[in-house]
């Protein structure tokens, strides 16, 4: 596996031609104005507070036709953080945009693709998704709730040619990160017995399980285990539901919001690309 490429600074990919749905507080109603009655792709961009206090810009994009979600955001440090979840192919994808510290011999930036399996009940579906609207987009949101850490060991990489066979979101989310996206054992074999080829799936050198944490490893040169974290700090995780005299069931009306955080372990050819690693 040959290390991660770098490459300058990209930005943030332009939004499609979506459709804006806002009001506010958040809740689910049919898309308006152009392209209402149709499966178009749709955004919704809200304020959002971080664990540290300062507040970004998150966008979420749901498209129906599709059956996909994504959701990105940049850190105040300038990394950018993506979410994508593949309904159809029970694929969740995070990409990772860190960027380098040149002083330390790095280049600009180095991104990094962690692949796991989608359960549908960990975020709302596509097609609510794509109902969301907010009448003050000024306001700032925080999560209702906050899910526990969920900690992965990644022990398989993903073969990027191949990787459309996964999900056809790969080459377009991970396209920077062709050599540096990762995967779990246990996932590989779920997807498998869906179908998925084994050819898309490589394996890891057999000791890196072996390899220290890359904060006890002082040689720059030398293998080791990388560990990287990231949060999704606002998503429609659920719908709600409310009841009314006036109908017999209970009907959607509002979602309820969550932040999730990730540890990634993973292999790394050198110390290099896992400077921001340091041993607890």
């Known amino acids: 596996m040959r290390p991660p490429g770098r490459r300058d600074v990209p930005s943030a990919r332009p939004a499609l031609p979506l459709l804006l749905l806002l009001l506010s507080p958040?809740?689910?109603?049919?898309?308006?104005?152009?392209g209402a009655g149709s499966s178009a792709p749709a955004e919704l961009r809200v304020r959002v507070k971080l664990p540290d206090g300062q507040v970004t810009e998150e966008s979420l994009q749901a498209d129906s036709d599709a059956d996909s979600i994504s959701l990105e955001l940049r850190k105040p440090d300038g990394t950018l953080i993506s979410f994508t979840a593949d309904?159809?192919?029970?694929?969740?994808?995070?990409?990772?945009?860190i960027l380098g510290e040149l002083e330390k011999g790095q280049s600009q930036f180095q991104a990094l693709c962690f692949v796991t399996r989608l359960y549908h009940n960990e975020i709302i579906p596509s097609e609510a998704m794509a109902k969301l609207r907010q009448k003050n987009p000024r306001a700032v949101r925080q999560a209702e709730e906050v899910r526990g850490l969920e900690q992965l060991h990644m022990d398989i990489a993903v073969n990027f040619s191949q990787g459309g066979l996964l999900s056809p979101h790969l080459h377009n989310v991970c396209a920077e990160a062709t050599d540096a996206i990762?995967?779990?054992?246990?996932?590989?074999?779920?997807?498998?017995e869906q179908g998925v080829d084994s050819s898309v799936f490589e394996a890891l050198p057999k000791d890196h399980v072996e390899l220290p944490r890359c904060g006890q490893v002082r040689d720059r040169e030398k293998p080791c285990v990388c560990r990287y974290s990231l949060s999704l700090v606002w998503y429609p995780c659920m719908l709600k539901y409310c009841h009314s005299?006036?109908?017999?069931?209970?009907?959607?009306?509002?979602?309820?919001?969550?932040?999730?955080?990730?540890?990634f372990d993973f292999y790394v050819p050198q110390r290099q690309l896992c400077l921001w690693d340091e041993d607890p």
């Open 26 to 34: 958040l809740l689910l109603g049919a898309p308006r104005g152009v």
């Open 87 to 97: 309904f159809k192919k029970d694929v969740k994808i995070f990409r990772a945009l």
């Open 182 to 192: 990762y995967t779990r054992q246990e996932d590989v074999q779920f997807w498998m």
């Open 245 to 263: 005299r006036d109908r017999p069931a209970p009907y959607k009306c509002g979602i309820r919001s969550c932040r999730k955080n990730y540890s």
